[in-house]
């Protein structure tokens, strides 16, 4: 049973290209969750998606930063325009289903931004 | 104030020391709690989750929720090497769709 898995694992852009970042949930779970960490600071919650709806974006930069989860295939978080400050550490969470369930995170996938 | 504080640490001990990890938190709707541990370079993964106030045992590992006080802890008996991690606490109310982090307790055992 798979984990969650996220692609790339490292993924190095220069100032004003475009990151795409990818989510593939564990099997049976149809929630995920985008999460940023900074170095030395903790897990700051971005946005909440279910199937091809946007749950929850509150986390989100107003510009720059879209999310989907398509009916099929993986999320997807995306920015555009990268600067310096998107640098971080990009974690996807799955869950079955919301409440009172819990997430199980992915390995990550570190951006650069140079 | 931060909506969840922990002590960053580092924090280190040697090896057999019992561990005392430390959130308290703000917000008294929070009724989930949860302990992810975390190595270097890796993703977080879940090592207990609780409900509302009490205790939790789960082999070297023990959950403890006193919601009176909006404090919780995780305790590590035996800490081994392997255990060298930094923890995360996190923590969401029966209506949140997303959990709040603490920023994380960086734990080193020293063999």
């Known amino acids: 049973n798979a984990g969650v898995m996220q692609n790339p694992r490292h993924l190095v852009r220069r100032r004003g290209q475009e990151a795409r970042l990818r989510c593939s949930p564990m099997k049976g779970h149809s929630h995920v969750y985008w999460y940023r960490q900074l170095p030395e600071e903790g897990l700051k919650f971005m946005v909440y998606l279910q199937k091809e709806n946007i749950i929850d974006e509150s986390g989100m930069p107003k510009e720059r930063f879209s999310a989907e989860f398509p009916k099929e295939g993986p999320s997807i978080l995306r920015i555009q325009q990268v600067v310096r400050g998107d640098s971080a550490a990009y974690f996807c969470?799955?869950?079955?289903?919301?409440?009172?369930?819990?997430?199980?995170f992915g390995p990550g996938t570190r951006l650069t931004v140079l | 104030q931060k909506e969840v504080e922990q002590d960053p640490g580092p924090l280190s001990v040697p090896e057999g020391a019992i561990v005392s990890l430390n959130c308290t938190y703000s917000n008294s709707a929070f009724q989930y709690f949860m302990w992810y541990r975390q190595y270097s370079r890796k993703g977080p993964e879940l090592l207990m989750y609780?409900?509302?106030?009490g205790n939790k045992e789960d082999g070297r590992f023990t959950a403890q929720v006193d919601k009176s006080s909006k404090y919780i802890s995780l305790f590590i008996r035996d800490s081994q090497p392997s255990d060298s991690a930094t923890y995360l606490c996190?923590?969401?109310?029966?209506?949140?769709?997303?959990?709040?982090f603490g920023p994380g307790t960086r734990l080193s055992v020293l063999p």
């Open positions: 996190a923590m969401r109310d029966n209506y949140g769709q997303n959990f709040v």
């Open positions: 609780t409900y509302s106030s």
């Open positions: 969470a799955s869950s079955r289903g919301q409440n009172t369930d819990t997430q199980y």
